[in-house]
């Protein structure tokens, strides 16, 4: 009886080769970025200690309260499969007294991350994230720098339509006390807001700005703004940033209303978004988080970076056609004559030239066009007594007698 097939589960994807292409050319892309700009790569694990997201990011949270894959390990303890990178990055930072390095450390990291959100286009249950953090300083030039490398890489891998925003949420003492006021402001409005802003009003007040709810969203209309509450120090950084951002011919759009899903921003916060994109346009976004490795436990650290979603910059770029490379295919006229042929194959990836074999049983009609659409410039023809090196592009053809002599004429021909 046959067996019934296996999917993935829901919200996840496959990258097919094709994708997979296009996924390393933007890794490659932000090693170099991130290499000039003196970010090291790291790695933490892909499951953490669920306190790790209940103190870091925040409890009343949507990513805490609703979206971490959660699971008790054989021996009892309470592991989630990460929603997000920095509060690993701060947990290492820690773990690893890297306060007694020279500040800043700066980190990159790359790889996949786990939300249980509704899937839609651009929004899985699995994604992966190129993120950077830089830890151990609060000079606003770390915020303009980090702005500027993720527009670097947004620009340079192709997204479209980019707009960015930028807010500043002070500390978290000013926050308190803005708090308290758009509660009060909200509270006089309660009727008109959702079930979910409502439930959440004496814990988070702020989340009200990130509803797309109509009744909310007017209530919020004429609310106070925590922009304009800042206090001294933090208005001015912010003054700063911005002055930074301008001297580099980076346009932005000042967001007063820029809350952000993460509980543990202060001064800075920022996002782009892509036109390109549907409902889920953010491609990327990050901030400050000046408390959030005292909150894990460390010294007070401050610092900021941000994340961008791979899959979204790919759906918000075009892909790049199809480039023309060198690659030898080699045919061969009998199924007794694999030996030559891999060797060949062996032989030409030694001195650094792309090849493949014929290995799925094809006739030789089938191979040239199986060498056609796999796009060889050169075909080598395997035959008992004599090898034919053919150029595709040409249709010159000259022979070799055997193996070694095809490789000298492959050899002394270098690919176009
Ligand atoms: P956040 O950590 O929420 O600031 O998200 C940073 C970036 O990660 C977003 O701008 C998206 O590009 C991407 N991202 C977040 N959640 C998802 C998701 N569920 N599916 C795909 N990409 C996501």
Not at 340 to 354: C, E, I, M, P, S
Request: aromatic share 6%; with cysteine.
């Amino acid at each position: 009886m046959a067996q019934a097939k296996i999917q993935a589960p829901r919200g996840t994807l496959d990258v097919l080769p094709e994708d997979g292409a296009r996924r390393r050319e933007l890794v490659r892309l932000a090693e170099g970025i991130f290499g000039r700009a003196g970010y090291g790569y790291a790695e933490t694990p892909i499951f953490e200690s669920t306190e790790l997201f209940a103190r870091g990011v925040g409890d009343a949270t949507d990513i805490v309260e609703k979206e971490m894959f959660t699971f008790e390990d054989q021996g009892g303890r309470s592991l989630t499969l990460r929603p997000e990178g920095t509060a690993g990055v701060c947990r290492a930072y820690v773990e690893h007294g890297l306060h007694k390095r020279p500040q800043p450390v700066r980190v990159w990291y790359l790889g996949p991350f786990f939300r249980h959100e509704a899937p839609q286009a651009g929004r899985y249950r699995q994604f992966a994230q190129i993120g950077a953090e830089a830890l151990g300083s609060d000079d606003p030039s770390l915020d303009a720098e980090l702005i500027l490398l993720l527009s670097e890489l947004l620009e340079r891998a192709g997204a479209r339509g980019l707009r960015l925003s930028i807010g500043s949420l002070g500390t978290p003492e000013t926050r308190r006390t803005y708090s308290e006021e758009l509660r009060e402001h909200l509270r006089e409005r309660e009727d008109q807001l959702s079930e979910d802003v409502r439930a959440r009003l004496d814990r988070n007040p702020l989340r009200a700005f990130d509803s797309d709810h109509p009744g909310t969203r007017a209530a919020v209309a004429d609310a106070p703004r925590l922009i304009d509450r800042l206090a001294a120090e933090d208005s001015q950084h912010f003054t700063e940033v911005r002055a930074l951002l301008d001297d580099a011919g980076l346009a932005y759009e000042v967001d007063g209303t820029l809350v952000r899903g993460l509980d543990y921003y202060t001064r800075t916060v920022f996002e782009f978004t892509s036109e390109a994109l549907g409902a889920q346009s953010g491609v990327g976004g990050g901030g400050r988080y000046d408390r959030l490795v005292e909150r894990l436990g460390g010294p007070p650290t401050p610092g900021v970076g941000w994340a961008a979603g791979v899959e979204r910059i790919l759906l918000a770029s075009l892909a790049p056609a199809a480039e023309e490379r060198p690659l030898v295919f080699v045919a061969l006229e009998r199924a007794e004559h694999r030996r030559a042929g891999f060797r060949l194959v062996r032989d030409l990836r030694a001195h650094g030239v792309a090849a493949q074999m014929e290995q799925a049983g094809r006739s030789l009609k089938g191979q040239l066009k199986h060498a056609a659409r796999v796009g060889a410039d050169r075909v080598v023809i395997v035959g008992a007594d004599v090898l034919r090196v053919r150029d595709l592009r040409t249709r010159d053809e000259r022979s070799a007698a055997d193996p070694d002599e095809a490789l000298a004429l492959l050899l002394e021909q270098p690919p176009r």
